[in-house]
């Protein structure tokens, strides 16, 4: 297994704000991964050290086999970036800032960037200062996806696009991945993680939470049980299971969660009580992403920006 | 009319963010009348003398156009208003233009117009909120600066004329940039309209004063009318009415046009531009010069114009009289050569050089607002190198200082070519003394490069030093300050007067000490974090 992107315990503190924390991420050569987090959890440092514009204060980056410090031009050559927030020259034209990012790349693929000028609808002549913020991001994206590198580092480059732009750009990047290039995708958009990412990556104030396939994800996770049965047991009982939490008895309705490997624990349990209905539902997207944002211990939960004590 | 609610918001707020910007320079404007006034005074410490040191300056054309004709020569404190009144007022009118700027155009330029306006915010409020404050901010430094120039000594009645005086010049132009701003879809833009409608007023009344027969040009300008008010002399202040009549029309020019625009635009719309960008547009060199080449070409036309007027002048100052007065003030303001139009030329490339090193400043502090952008980012993140990208500025800042030096001293020799037997001769005798400072000027390009790479987020330190060492290269003699610290400034060293030798060793040590500063930018640059946002 080869890897394009290896952290490992990365820190980086900005006075005495912690940014990142002991990070890890693996990113695996020809893999759509998606990198996950709650607002200023460090996805963008953690980008920008990926890109050599900060340097780590301790831990080890290795992307593409270079040092992103020290090797920053002949890494550069073979990743293309879209940042979060894409400002434009204001008086340069969209298409003169798709073709010098591409230049300074060392070229970009022509047919590729007309085609895709075409797909994403992008009038290339408008100024920089002109576009929408949509538009800006498409004229990042057209520039990255027009170069045929190794790897892609993309910052939340959809959460502009109206939704016709985002199956483009799902198009574009299901492309990539059967080129067998690599992509590092920050994202909040829970339905483009589960269309395009192999694997993924939730951090949390500076720190990897988890990694693995959406299944794996989901195998860590609870399970809601809504059972109605003939025989109910003793609350006490089923609270004491391994794995299970939240149970309620409502007369012969018992309902609770359970972890997703004590499942089968709890259902041999119930069965001597005679079940008659049961409905297990597999946590949700969106659930699952709750639970993982959510859970941040209060003393390393970041204070929001701009609010005073 | 409604479309005013939450000024009174806006302004608390602007006082906010502008708390420290607005009393320093205004205390720094106060105190640049006063020490003037008390500084020139004492140069003369004889009355009959200032007199007639005020008498030859009034005669001479060369003097009048830089810095305004002196109303009443016969009152000895009409001299110490002499040196601030024009120039002083140039720079108040620069202050008035920054603080609309930055609470119109720059506001609506970076969306956060956007963000208030979906509040309970009128459409007339943000401008109305920056018109106030900078209008406020003017008739303050005007009054202060009354006050210190009668604490200085000076007649009260004539001090406060003086006031009067600024307070129009810094008026009209809060109107102006009011206008500028709803014009323009950009900061630069907006800077670009109001200052070269502040430049084109300066030399109006330049040649208007100097010409005979052109007089009526003073009348048109807004500094020409500061002249007008004659302080220290008639005192006629009632001239103020003209400044006051047309600051509240530009005012009410500028709410006509903001009716008629929509949020984030101007009555000057984009043009579209290429669909693809041109072959030559691969490099950060390519770039940064793209990005540049307006304010430069801008700079070169004004320094183009200056050029000529001031060879045109100084081709008369020998003829006009030889009086040893004028010698006299001539030598005391700066600099020491034979002839009478010499000194006057290298008194004016002495100062040019400093507008010089200011564009270079300018242009080098370009890479803090590509940061600042988030441009600098997206091009760091291909194969183009921090030494490339720094470079790329270094360069423009570098060679279009030294390109602007050199159109001056072209200039200077066309306006005076008859002075020296011909272009050619005069281009030989004036070229090398207009080409002197550019070390020195690097230097300060210099300094700002390594202010930038090493401490991004304090670049104010770069225009604090160029502001010092013009202090003491202007105020440093007069005040008699020691040697050591004149020497602090790089414009005091390899100073040459047309015709003069060059002096080879300092020059050598000054550009030597700028690639020094440049290289060192560049390490400090190459070690940092990227600033973000």
Redesign the interface.
């Known amino acids: 297994m080869s890897f394009a992107i290896e952290v490992h315990d990365l820190h980086k503190s900005f006075g005495s704000s912690v940014a990142l924390d002991g990070l890890d991420l693996e990113v695996e050569t020809g893999e759509v991964h998606a990198f996950l987090g709650p607002n200023g959890s460090g996805k ?1 440092t953690t980008i ?1 050290i990926l ?5 780590a204060d301790s831990g080890t980056v290795t992307l593409l086999s270079g040092d992103p410090w020290a090797d ?3 890494l ?2 073979r ?3 879209v ?1 979060g ?1 894409v ?1 434009l ?5 969209g ?7 591409g ?4 070229g970009l693929n022509a047919s590729k960037r007309g085609n895709l000028v075409e797909r994403f609808e992008l009038d ?4 920089g ?2 576009y929408s913020k949509g538009n800006r991001q498409k004229v ?1 994206l057209v520039a990255a996806l027009s170069c045929d590198v190794d790897l892609l ?1 993309l910052d939340e480059p959809t959460s502009g696009l109206d939704p016709l732009m985002e199956g483009i750009f799902r198009q574009a990047i299901q492309a990539v991945r059967a080129d067998g290039r690599t992509v590092l995708l920050s994202s909040h958009i829970l339905s483009e993680v589960e269309a395009l990412a192999d694997r993924l990556s939730i951090i949390r104030s500076g720190r990897n939470v988890e990694t693995g396939s959406l299944a794996d994800l989901r195998h860590l996770t609870r399970t809601t049980v809504d059972a109605v049965l003939t025989n109910p047991p003793v609350l006490q009982e089923i609270s004491a299971l391994d794995g299970v939490a939240d149970a309620r008895l409502d007369g012969d309705r018992l309902r609770c969660s359970v972890e997703t490997t004590h499942l089968g624990d709890l259902l041999a349990h119930l069965g001597p009580h005679g079940i008659r209905s049961l409905t297990s539902q597999p946590p949700s997207l969106e659930e699952l992403f709750m639970e993982q944002y959510r859970h941040s211990s209060p003393a390393t939960t970041p204070r929001p920006v701009g609010v005073r004590a | 009319m409604s479309g005013y609610a939450g000024t009174g918001t806006l302004v608390r707020l602007a006082l906010r963010r502008d708390r420290v910007l607005i009393p320093v320079c205004l205390l720094g404007f106060i105190a640049l009348a006063g020490g003037s006034a008390r500084s020139t005074v004492a140069l003369y410490p004889d009355p009959t003398q200032a007199v007639a040191a005020a008498r030859a300056a009034a005669l001479s054309p060369a003097i009048v156009g830089m810095y305004g004709p002196i109303a009443a020569p016969d009152n000895p404190d009409s001299i110490g208003a002499f040196k601030t009144l024009v120039l002083g007022g140039l720079f108040l009118a620069i202050f008035a233009f920054a603080i609309v700027r930055r609470h119109t155009r720059t506001e609506e330029d970076a969306g956060r117009t956007e963000l208030v306006g979906a509040g309970v915010v009128g459409r007339r409020a943000p401008l109305t909120a920056a018109v106030l404050i900078a209008a406020a901010t003017v008739l303050i430094t005007s009054l202060g600066s009354s006050l210190s120039m009668a604490g200085a000594g000076l007649g009260l009645a004539g001090s406060l004329a003086f006031g009067v005086a600024w307070a129009g010049i810094g008026l009209s132009f809060v109107g102006v940039t009011a206008v500028a701003a709803q014009l323009t879809e950009t900061t630069r833009g907006c800077a670009a309209v109001a200052l070269g409608t502040l430049g084109a007023t300066y030399l109006l009344r330049a040649v208007g004063d100097t010409t005979s027969g052109a007089g009526w040009l003073t009348w048109l300008s807004p500094i020409g009318w500061a002249e007008k008010v004659e302080v220290y002399g008639a005192n006629r202040v009632l001239v103020f009415l003209l400044p006051l009549v047309v600051t509240v029309g530009l005012v009410a020019v500028a709410f006509a046009l903001l009716q008629r625009r929509d949020l984030g635009s101007g009555l000057v719309a984009a043009r579209p531009g290429p669909a693809t960008a041109a072959a030559s547009l691969r490099s950060p060199l390519a770039l940064a010069w793209r990005l540049q080449r307006g304010l430069l070409v801008g700079w070169a036309i004004g320094f183009a114009v200056l050029g000529l007027v001031l060879g045109a002048v100084a081709g008369s100052v020998s003829a006009f009289v030889d009086s040893p007065e004028i010698a006299d003030m001539l030598a005391k303001l700066g600099g020491n050569a034979p002839s009478l139009g010499d000194t006057f030329i290298s008194t004016e490339l002495h100062f040019m050089a400093v507008a010089a090193a200011a564009y270079g400043i300018s242009a080098a502090l370009r890479l803090t607002s590509e940061e600042a952008d988030l441009h600098t980012e997206q091009v760091l993140a291909t194969p183009a190198s921090r030494r490339a990208h720094l470079g790329a500025h270094a360069v423009i800042a570098l060679g279009g200082s030294a390109l602007l030096m050199l159109v001056m001293g072209t200039g200077v020799a066309v306006g005076a070519a008859g002075e020296y037997g011909g272009l050619g001769g005069a281009l030989g005798h004036l070229l090398p003394a207009a080409l002197a400072p550019v070390p020195a000027v690097w230097v300060c390009v210099g300094l700002a490069l390594v202010v930038y790479g090493a401490l991004p987020k304090v670049v104010v330190v770069a225009w604090a030093l160029l502001a010092g060492f013009l202090a003491v290269g202007e105020f440093g003699p007069l005040f008699g300050l020691p040697t050591v610290v004149v020497d602090l400034s790089p414009f005091s060293h390899g100073a040459m007067v047309p015709g003069g030798a060059v002096p080879g060793a300092p020059l050598a040590a000054l550009a030597l000490l700028a690639a020094a500063l440049v290289l060192a930018a560049g390490v400090t640059f190459r070690r940092r974090d990227l600033v973000s946002g």
């Open positions: 963008s920008r890109l050599g514009l900060m340097r920053v031009e002949s550069h050559r990743l293309a970036y940042p927030d400002k020259w204001p008086n340069l034209s298409g003169e800032v798709i073709d010098l990012l230049r300074l790349r060392g290339p002549t408008k100024k200062h002109t990042a580092v």
